[in-house]
């Protein structure tokens, strides 16, 4: 979405070109709320043109600024007229227009804001499919609703000006007389209304430029509960700024009886509520916003399977994929219901459980999801074991499911060496790294915190076996490295792959191997410079702007170098953490979702990748879990620990009110 101005608040954003307008026709921009767009048209015209833009830019994550002047003015010519377009996003959108005569004669200019909305569920949007609903617009006295019905589904979006414009189907009009060094200022607001339910703005809510976001915890309380970091490496500096930013931005509320938030995984396909992503994010941000464990596992559990679904790939017990709220979802013709179709989720929400636990203490609340963690636990050995082999293993049951279940679920991202597709039911590796982990982390919550010792006990044999037969089976012996799945027929899925790295972050390696898988992800044909290749370039599948084999993907970067360091390799993922840092720095400080895989001697910089969800949750947590690597950051019985190593040019750091439990702790590293 380069250059295209957005202005965001969880999951109600406004994507514009430079002006601020959205053009009828663009694929992607327009006003969104709760995954459907509520204008698909919205332009400024001044005196019949659109405006000629001066500067643009955003503010902070949820207000914009657009400063311009008349089409019309010719080279060399001042122009008598500017225009500012103010426009900040909190439910629905306020935007302040303020036009000034600069000359010593009196103008009379033409206002006019055409609008419309196609009201598009956003998988139409993503898929280009056509509305199958009415479309109608109301006139009021200065205001217009556009309503959308189709059979019991009703979205309309209320559109407000303050002056007395004239309005009609597609556009408002007003003639404004201005004196010499006059101005004249007018607000408009949009309202989404679903479900009977305006949406509408208060106004002492929040104003430009002053953040009072919808949220338990203001913008100001979110940056001020962060740890202070103080460093003279000034991209640290800001990435680390605006990756609390970005996951502030991404707040929402999945449904507005909750009384708790939690980050939209990626703007602007990915604005709702996604199990994996969610956790991933949680975990990421535990030493520097520990609540958002908490409100994620609430979340989770709250929708947590209770039968068996095969539209929805649910079983009792499984974690969610994605919740929609969109058109298609509710007449039931998507099953983002939600839907369950990830293998991974549920053992991840074991393991964040766990980490959540050490971290903050909170064993009341870790006691009150005993019940959830013991549904996980059955779903992971009844459900998601499919055929009692010991491995976890998916194959969807429904005909709009994912193809491939794990973090890399586009269709063809599961690939043998010579490149051929995996059929399955299919066993990625670093599913079965969570399974253990979760096994080995339940162990000690059943032995410390449920007082279960036989519990305990029966996971740690569990979790021992899964260990020596996961090591047996996935060893690719002729390569030196992990398979990357186990196929329907059992075979080895031989590429090399950025999945082993997980296998270090998850302690399933055993440490005579632990070396080696270090040195191959370090190697060229991994290692771009900046991250870890998703593929390696030695396999006949590789594509540096292939969405899962061969880009680099920060959040997966990030588990790979804190898997480094979990076996001792201190350096190598120190100096991987720091290059993450540094790819952020030709980011602008904030990582998208996903970047080419080139090599850094061959481009000199990071290559955008052209469809990268840019803020993304875990991309924004990512730069946190690095600095966590450097700085060897953990709590061994409610202790936080420091074993800090910082590769040439991290630089000195200081790091202030780590929260471990209700304690606060610094660090001064140099």
């Not at 089409?71 to 426009?87: L, Q």
């Not at 194959?395 to 709009?400: A, D, F, G, L, Y």
């Not at 390799?569 to 840092?581: F, G, K």
């Not at 040019?649 to 471990?660: F, M, P, Q």
């Amino acid at each position: 979405m380069a250059g295209n101005l957005t202005v965001l608040d969880g999951n109600t954003f406004f994507v514009s070109d430079a002006a601020g307008d959205v053009e009828p026709g663009n694929d992607a921009n327009g006003f969104f709320h709760a995954d459907m767009r509520q204008l698909s048209t919205w332009r400024l015209l001044v005196n019949g043109q659109p405006v000629h833009v001066l500067t643009s830019r955003t503010v902070d994550y949820y207000s914009a600024s657009v400063f311009a002047t008349l089409a019309s003015v010719s080279v060399g010519e001042n122009p008598p007229i500017s225009i500012r377009r103010d426009r900040f996003v909190a439910r629905g959108v306020h935007e302040d227009l303020t036009v000034q005569n600069h000359s010593d004669r009196p103008q009379t200019v033409t206002i006019e804001i055409e609008y419309g909305s196609d009201f598009a569920d956003l998988f139409e949007v993503k898929d280009r499919t056509p509305k199958r609903g009415q479309l109608r617009t109301d006139l009021g006295a200065s205001l217009v609703t556009l309503s959308y019905t189709r059979d019991t589904f009703r979205r309309d979006t209320v559109i407000e000006f303050s002056e007395n414009f004239s309005v009609g189907l597609e556009r408002a009009h007003f003639e404004l007389h201005l004196m010499p060094r006059g101005s004249w200022r007018t607000c408009i607001d949009v309202f989404p209304v679903g479900d009977g339910e305006l949406n509408r703005l208060d106004h002492g809510d929040r104003t430009f430029g002053d953040p009072k976001p919808d949220m338990p915890t203001s913008f100001e309380q979110w940056m001020a509960q962060a740890p202070t970091l103080e460093t003279e490496n000034d991209v640290l500096r800001h990435t680390y700024r605006q990756s609390l930013i970005d996951l502030a931005a991404l707040r929402f509320r999945p449904l507005k009886t909750l009384s708790y938030s939690l980050p939209a995984a990626g703007l602007p396909w990915f604005m709702a509520l996604f199990g994996r992503d969610s956790l991933i994010t949680a975990y990421q941000a535990l030493p520097f916003q520990p609540h958002l464990a908490r409100t994620t596992l609430e979340a989770l559990t709250a929708w947590q399977a209770t039968e068996r679904d095969d539209f929805r790939d649910a079983e009792p017990g499984k974690i969610l994929h994605e919740l929609r709220l969109g058109e298609l979802t509710m007449l039931g013709e998507r099953p983002h219901s939600p839907y369950y179709g990830t293998h991974d989720a549920t053992p991840l929400f074991l393991i964040l459980l766990d980490e959540y636990e050490r971290w903050a203490g909170d064993r009341e609340f870790v006691r009150s999801l005993q019940p959830a963690a013991m549904k996980a636990l059955e779903w992971i050995e009844r459900y998601g074991d499919r055929d009692g082999d010991g491995y976890l293993e998916y194959q969807t049951r429904s005909k709009e499911g994912l193809a491939n279940q794990c973090w890399k679920d586009s269709w063809n991202s599961i690939l043998f060496k010579d490149g051929a597709v995996a059929k399955g039911p299919i066993a990625t590796c670093e599913i079965q790294g969570y399974a253990y982990d979760a096994r080995v982390r339940m162990a000690r919550l059943a032995r410390e915190v449920w007082d279960d010792p036989q519990l305990a006990t029966r996971l740690e044999g569990d979790a021992a076996r899964l260990r020596e037969g996961f090591n047996r089976d996935y060893w690719v012996e002729a390569r030196g490295h992990y398979a990357l799945a186990l196929d329907g027929e059992k075979r080895q899925v031989d590429a090399m792959s950025s999945n082993v790295g997980h296998l270090l972050w998850s302690g399933i390696v055993p440490e005579d191997r632990a070396a080696m898988m270090v040195t191959r992800l370090m190697s060229p044909e991994m290692f771009t410079g900046w991250g870890i290749r998703t593929m390696a370039v030695s396999a006949a599948g590789y594509n540096p702007i292939e969405y899962h084999d061969g880009t680099v993907w920060p959040h997966d970067t990030a588990f790979v170098a804190e898997g480094m360091r979990r076996y001792g390799h201190r350096e190598q993922a120190s100096h991987l953490a720091l290059m993450l840092i540094q790819a952020a720095g030709a980011f602008e400080y904030r990582l998208p979702e996903v970047f080419a895989g080139f090599a850094r001697e061959e481009t000199g910089a990071p290559v955008e990748y052209p469809t990268a969800s840019r803020p993304q949750a875990w991309a924004a947590g990512a730069p946190l879990l690095a600095l966590r690597t450097a700085l060897g950051l953990d709590v061994v019985d409610g202790t936080l620990r420091i074993d800090p190593h910082l590769s040439q040019g991290w630089g000195r750091v200081r790091l202030d009110n780590i929260a471990v439990g209700a304690r606060a702790a610094a660090t001064l590293l140099s």
